[in-house]
Nanobody, 123 residues
Framework: QVQLVESGGGLVQAGGSLRLSCAASGRTFSSYAMAWFRQAPGKEREFVAI????????AYADSVKDRFTISRDNAKNTLYLQMNSLKPEDTAVYYC????????????????WGQGTQVTVSS
């Protein structure tokens, strides 16, 4: 079992950057594939990025490709999302998620979730 806590959200102007962190409890962080999702008001939770257990493989939603970078530090039990060139449409609550299976892009596939961190991008 793993517990997740996100941090790093905030208010930023369009074109700016933020780095989100997701701290994981337990000693089995490296056995979980990790993902970032986001949910805007009135919309469904959507996939943002995923990373494999070692960090050697990543994948992104088309809407964030070339702007966002997912990474992890297994020694620190921490997942990151570096967000550059932010747009107002990136405004959402961002969640990290964990599961032992790699490659899933649907929220219902993930068994472990953080509480979320708000990202607001002003125009």
């Amino acid at each position: 079992q793993v517990q997740l806590v996100e941090s790093g959200g905030g208010l930023v102007q369009a074109g700016g950057s933020l780095r989100l962190s997701c701290a994981a409890s337990g000693r089995t962080f490296s056995s979980y594939a990790m993902a970032w999702f986001r949910q805007a008001p009135g919309k469904e939770r959507e996939f943002v990025a995923i990373i494999s257990w070692s960090g050697s493989s990543t994948a992104y939603a088309d809407s964030v490709k070339d702007r966002f970078t997912i990474s992890r530090d297994n020694a620190k039990n921490t997942l990151y999302l570096q967000m550059n060139s932010l747009k107002p449409e990136d405004t959402a609550v961002y969640y990290c998620a964990a599961d032992r299976t790699w490659g899933m892009r649907f929220a219902h596939n993930y068994g472990y979730w953080g509480q979320g961190t708000q990202v607001t991008v002003s125009s």
